[in-house]
């Protein structure tokens, strides 16, 4: 077994914290890293009120620009809120529900694919929580055309970086609890598209027993690497104990541990999972990751592969602050048990 951790954490981590934005917040995280016009992006979530009890519809994505995807550079307004989804949905919902039916939209991925960015997000309404989909030739990510909406439950939707066999390729989580009697035991699964507007071929992927350090439900994180050897592919798997309750500033019990996995998917068909790590990819230790709003939690939402073979993967931690960990290509590749 390989001893040496797969990742280092950067010695400035968290790389992003609340007292960098330039807006009222308690916390910033979850955040889709891509690369964009010879710079790197981050669309990343804030939550603001309360440290105790942030207020939902004070939840908005900001916008970062870095050169060398260590120092950001934040633009001073947010980029996106609930409020731009209202909009987008007016027709549907503004006579029959009212725009109260969108409570608050958050956790963004970024995919540039053709020279086109993709933005994908998370967004609760009153009946069900939904995942949308946006894209942007804009230089200054600003404006976006709005592709998709998906069905309740979905959530933590991610785009694969090219199209494969001609389609678009998105990772999804949905949460089946009828059959799961409640449990939240959810999978990850995957779906492509023509033209990222209807989607379908909806498949079961990864399921969550089949990941040796979850006992409850898993879902996608980053968008993919691509390798000679198969698509390597982050997720988080969630291990629930109630006997040790982490520490949260959330006043609820918080028992979640999120943890980062990392499995290879084939290159032709990536609805294969040819591969996985089975020790975790990361795992909450840092004082910024066991601490904060939801302690014990690893989010990844953003995978990059730089030309010397290290490999940044960007983190949201304790649902607070965004972490940023390294490590080599080899060296994960290395680490995937072939199934
Ligand atoms: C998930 C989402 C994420 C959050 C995670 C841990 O269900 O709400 O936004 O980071 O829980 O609290």
Not at 270 to 279: D, F, H, L, S, T
Not at 305 to 333: H, P, S
Request: glycine share 8%; proline share 6%; with cysteine.
């Amino acid at each position: 077994m390989n001893t040496k951790p797969l990742l280092q954490r950067r010695s400035n981590n968290p790389i992003l914290q609340d007292s960098d934005i330039p807006w009222d917040c308690m916390s910033v995280f979850n955040a889709g890293i891509s690369k964009w016009n010879g710079q790197y992006v981050m669309l990343f979530r804030t939550d603001s009120g309360p440290k105790d009890a942030p207020i939902p519809a004070l939840t908005r994505i900001g916008l970062a620009h870095s050169k060398d995807g260590y120092t950001w550079e934040i633009e001073k307004e947010p980029v996106f809120d609930r409020d731009k989804i209202r909009v987008w949905l007016k027709d549907q919902y503004e006579e029959r529900f009212g725009s109260e039916e969108i409570v608050r939209v958050y956790d963004p991925r970024i995919t540039v694919i053709d020279g086109e960015a993709y933005f994908c997000f998370a967004f609760d309404t009153e009946h069900g929580v939904r995942g949308g989909i946006a894209k942007t030739t804009d230089q200054n990510l600003r404006s976006w055309e709005l592709l998709h909406l998906s069905l309740p439950e979905n959530r933590n939707m991610v785009l694969f970086p090219e199209r494969v066999n001609g389609k678009l390729v998105r990772l999804d989580r949905p949460f089946p609890l009828y059959f799961n009697g409640g449990k939240e035991s959810f999978d990850i699964w995957m779906s492509n598209s023509s033209n990222g507007t209807e989607w379908g071929d909806h498949r079961l992927l990864l399921a969550s027993e089949e990941v040796p350090f979850a006992n409850a439900k898993i879902g996608p994180g980053a968008p993919p690497i691509k390798t000679e050897r198969g698509w390597l592919t982050t997720f988080h798997a969630v291990e629930i104990n109630n006997e040790k309750p982490l520490n949260a500033w959330s006043p609820h019990p918080w028992t979640k541990e999120y943890i980062a996995g990392l499995m290879l998917l084939d290159l032709e068909n990536p609805a294969k999972v040819i591969g996985m790590c089975r020790e975790p990819l990361l795992r909450a230790e840092t004082e910024y990751e066991l601490d904060g709003f939801r302690g014990g939690v690893i989010f990844p939402g953003g995978f990059l592969l730089e030309d010397d073979g290290t490999v940044k993967m960007y983190y949201g931690a304790a649902d607070t602050v965004v972490g940023l960990a390294e490590g080599k290509l080899e060296d994960l590749l290395n680490a995937i048990e072939l199934f």
